[in-house]
Every structure is written in C-alpha cells, then in structure tokens.
C-alpha cells in the first residue's frame, strides 16, 4: 500500500471514528435514478459550482461545509471550504467534513472520484441535467435530500415559467446554423447531449455538431467548414474569443463569414449550469436573435 492510499484508508477510519451513532436513514433517488441512503442532518459538500447554486436555490445553503474551487453562485458560496478543483479533490478534507452525502454533477466529477468517494463509504447523490427542462425537476429532487421541499418547488416552478416564457419568445424564429466553439486548436464545440445545444434549439437555432453524442467534441476546422455554419458563437474569454474568429475570417466562403455573423459570447452561468443557466439562455437567445436579422445577405 502506498503513503497515498495509506492516508486514504487512515482519513476513511476517522471519519468513521468522527460518525455519530448509528442514525435514522432514509433513502431517496438522484437524477440517475440511483438509490441514496441517508442519515437524518444535514451536511454537504459539492463538487461542481453548478451543484452549489443549486443547493442554494433550494434552501440548502446552510447544509453546505465543502465545496470545489470557482463556486461563486451566489456570492456567499464563495467563502465555503474548498475541497478541490476541476482537476483535484482532496478526498481526506471530504472526509473530514463528515457529510452525510456529497453532490456531484456527473458531467463533471471524473466517474472514478465518485467510485471513490463510494469506495470510502460516503453516500454520493448524481446531479445529471441534459436539458434545460430538466432544471426545475433535479431541483425538486434535491429539495427531497436536503428537506427543503416547499422552497425548490417554488422555484422550479419559477424556473419552469421562465423557460416557457422563452421559448413562447424565441422557438418559432427562422432557424439559423450556429457552430458554438469553446476552444481553440483543437477547436472543441458541443454536442447533442449538452445542455446549451437545447438552448439554442430553444433560441430557434440549430447547432451544427448536434448529431455527436460527446458533451464538449473536438473537431477538426475541416469539418466545421464542411457544414458551413450560418453563425459561429465563440464562448470564451473576449481577449480569447477575437482570435479564434480571426481564424474564421481566412474563409470567406463560409457563410457565417461571408454575412458578418461572428459573435463573441461570455456568460459563466451558461458554464456553470446552476439555475441560472435559464437566464443566461435568454442573453444567448437575444445574440441569436441579433445575428440572425444582421447582414443577411446571400
């Protein structure tokens, strides 16, 4: 056994030294429809930013002890213990903090950390949202696990009318070809199953990798020129996101080209898929909506 997972098996007995008596346990599903046995508290640590503004949004903020690097929804979230970051996780710290469950978003959190964390004996609750519908209803599960039913229904049911809201706006505009880049060289885009390729089915636009089933797919510039994009939005940081479209510019063939429809877009909300990725949808529609009526020319 290495000095590494030594300190593992060490933090995983102090934290069953740390335990209470044995408690009530309940047991409630998660996203994935996997069943999540836990002790009567409340005591949590997420592990994505996304997560954290949603136990937020549901009540839950106070349950929090740990959460990961860049959780800044809302605010206060931002002074949590940090256990880790997109590319680490302090599993000893998670230990520590005796959460009576911890919260990944799958699209996240590498599946071989949550194995672990079950290999640990810590219950692991699955957040996997694949559309923006799906929001209101992972908030009202999650309002199960930390018992705060009446506030995540009451916003679900604002998030739900707020999506309604946009698509009554936005769905029947004439539909546009739009290659959403995040990357560059490789570029990697968006695929089918991400969360902003329905957003921007809802802005009445069309992505144009929607048929890869991978999250956030690398492509080659070959390929994306091959289905001739109509807008290119390239998400990123602006000091970023001007050079990734003066490579676009060396194709004037391109339609997105050839009608000036290349657009900067930044919204850490539409990355950091908490709830207010909704709102952030509506910045993204309004975009859409702007290139859609400019230079449109041949």
């Not at 836990?38 to 136990?55: E, F, I, K, Q």
């Not at 949004?57 to 800044?72: D, E, K, P």
């Not at 599960?141 to 009451?154: F, K, P, Q, V, W």
């Not at 390239?234 to 080209?257: C, H, I, M, N, Y």
Request: hydrophobic share 45%; proline share 6%; net charge positive.
């Amino acid at each position: 056994m290495n000095a590494r997972a030594a300190a593992w098996v060490a933090a995983a007995l102090a934290f069953a030294a740390l335990a209470p008596a044995p408690a009530a346990t309940r047991e409630i599903a998660d996203d994935e429809g996997k069943t999540v046995r836990v002790t009567n508290g409340c005591r949590l640590v997420s592990l994505a930013p996304g997560t954290t503004a949603m136990l937020y949004a549901v009540g839950a903020g106070h349950c929090l002890v740990g959460t990961i690097a860049h959780s800044t929804e809302p605010a206060e979230a931002a002074r949590l213990p940090i256990v880790g970051d997109a590319e680490t996780l302090d599993f000893e710290r998670v230990l520590a903090s005796r959460p009576t469950a911890v919260v990944v978003a799958v699209d996240v959190v590498q599946r071989v950390r949550i194995d672990r964390l079950r290999q640990l004996g810590v219950p692991v609750y699955e957040v996997h949202v694949t559309s923006l519908a799906g929001m209101p209803e992972s908030l009202r599960r999650l309002g199960r696990l930390t018992r705060t039913e009446a506030i995540a229904d009451a916003r679900a049911i604002e998030l739900a009318a707020d999506l309604e809201r946009l698509g009554a706006k936005y769905r029947d505009r004439p539909r546009i070809r739009v290659l959403y880049q995040i990357w560059d060289r490789p570029i990697y885009t968006i695929g089918g199953r991400h969360v902003i390729s329905d957003a921007l089915k809802l802005c009445g636009a069309e992505n144009v990798f929607a048929d890869l089933e991978t999250a956030a797919p690398a492509v080659t510039r070959e390929a994306a020129l091959l289905r001739n994009p109509e807008l290119i939005v390239a998400s990123g940081p602006p000091a970023s996101t001007q050079a990734w479209l003066d490579e676009w510019r060396k194709f004037p063939a391109l339609v997105a080209v050839r009608r000036e429809r290349l657009v900067s877009y930044a919204d850490e909300r539409i990355d950091r898929m908490g709830p207010s990725v909704i709102a952030a949808t509506g910045n993204l529609c309004a975009l859409v909506d702007r290139a859609r009526g400019a230079a449109a020319g041949p």
